[in-house]
Each structure stands twice: as structure tokens, then as C-alpha cells.
């Protein structure tokens, strides 16, 4: 297990450096789907560390919010963030006549990082925890 985790923490590091690129390269609709990624390949290895998984990204959501959201392991703030981030990538993905703004995105991307480096913490707390 420790092995998918580890694999799902380095997806998360390379999607948000993919991010930043892409950002900077004014490709924000795929910025903006590397930027939620990011966020949920870091959720998914945390809940991997309580053997947890859902198949549809509705169920990883929920699954982060009960565990550790509610129970003050992660910021409200962040846990309503990765919730958003979720709807802008739907939007932007699947949606029609979406603008994003440069602005926005660059603001996404900073909390993005904010949001990876307190679930990094999280994530070795609770590592350390279970050994």
C-alpha cells in the first residue's frame, strides 16, 4: 500500500508542476485541470493511508470530508477549495463558452499549493501514526 501511496504523492507533485507551466504559458483550462489533479491525486494517497477509495470522484469528496475535513484534520477552507476546484475542472472540461480568468487561476494555483503542503503534513502525520 505504501508503494500507491508513494506513486499517488509524486502524481500529485508532477500535476502541480504542470500546473505551474502551464499557467504560465496561458493555458488555463488545462491549468485549471492540472490544478484540481494535483489536489486529488494528494486526497486519494491520504485516504489510501486508511485503506479508503471510491471509484466516482463524488465518493473520494465525501470519503475526504468525513475523515478528516469534519473531524478538523484539514481546514474547512481547504476542504470547500478542493470541492470548487472540482467544479471549475467539470466546467472546464466538459462545459461550453467558459472563461477563466488569468488572475483567478494564479490564485487557484497558490492555494493549490498551500492545499498540498497541509495535506503533505497530514499525510506523514498519519504515516506515522499507523507504523
Known amino acids: ?73 484539514v481546514r474547512i477552507e481547504m476542504g470547500k477549495f478542493f470541492a470548487r476546484m472540482f467544479e471549475f475542472r467539470q466546467k472546464g472540461d466538459y462545459g461550453d463558452f467558459v472563461e477563466f480568468e488569468e488572475k483567478k487561476v494564479k490564485e487557484w494555483l497558490d492555494t493549490e499549493k498551500v492545499f498540498i503542503e497541509e495535506l503533505e503534513m497530514v499525510i506523514k502525520t498519519e504515516l506515522f501514526s499507523a507504523n
Open 1 to 73: 500500500m505504501n508503494e500507491l501511496i508513494s506513486y499517488r504523492r509524486k502524481r500529485a507533485k508532477e500535476a502541480l508542476e504542470d500546473a505551474e507551466r502551464l499557467v504560465n504559458a496561458g493555458s488555463l483550462f488545462s491549468a485549471v485541470n492540472r490544478i484540481y489533479y494535483s489536489m486529488f491525486y494528494e486526497v486519494t494517497a491520504l485516504l489510501l493511508i486508511k485503506n479508503l477509495s471510491a471509484s466516482r470522484h463524488s465518493g473520494i469528496r465525501s470519503l475526504f470530508n468525513k475523515k478528516y475535513v469534519k473531524t478538523g484534520k
